[in-house]
């Protein structure tokens, strides 16, 4: 049984920091892509960043290029979302996800955890 449980949600000011972290459990972490979506109020949901394979090869939103870092820690079964000078429009739920290759259907999705940007 595969398992996605995210954490590092939370109220963050405009300009400050938070790193979210995806535990997988049951996966090999070089065997999937790993993708972070974004579900904000009224809007569709957006996949922020994803990594996949042993080369880590990643990918971002343009929305989030140059603020956001995914990672990935194979020995703590970990995928990581790095979230820098934040701004309001990054307000959602964040989920994480994983399959085959980022720009296909995911099979796994976590529960979310909600990022609230505001002063």
């Known amino acids: 049984q595969s398992l996605l449980v995210e954490s590092g949600g939370g109220l963050v000011q405009p300009g400050g920091s938070l790193r979210l972290s995806c535990l997988a459990s049951?996966?090999?972490?070089?065997?999937?892509?790993f993708g972070w979506f974004r579900q904000a109020p009224g809007k569709d949901r957006e996949l922020v960043s994803c990594?996949?394979?042993?080369?880590?090869?990643?990918q971002y939103a343009d929305s989030v290029k140059g603020r956001f870092t995914i990672s990935k820690d194979n020995a703590k079964h970990t995928v990581y979302l790095q979230m820098n000078s934040l701004k309001p429009e990054d307000t959602g739920i964040y989920s994480c996800t994983a399959g085959v290759y980022c720009d296909r259907e995911f099979d796994y999705w976590g529960q979310g955890t909600q990022v609230t940007v505001s002063s």
């Open positions: 049951g996966l090999t972490l070089d065997y999937y892509a």
């Open positions: 990594i996949r394979g042993r080369a880590s090869n990643t």
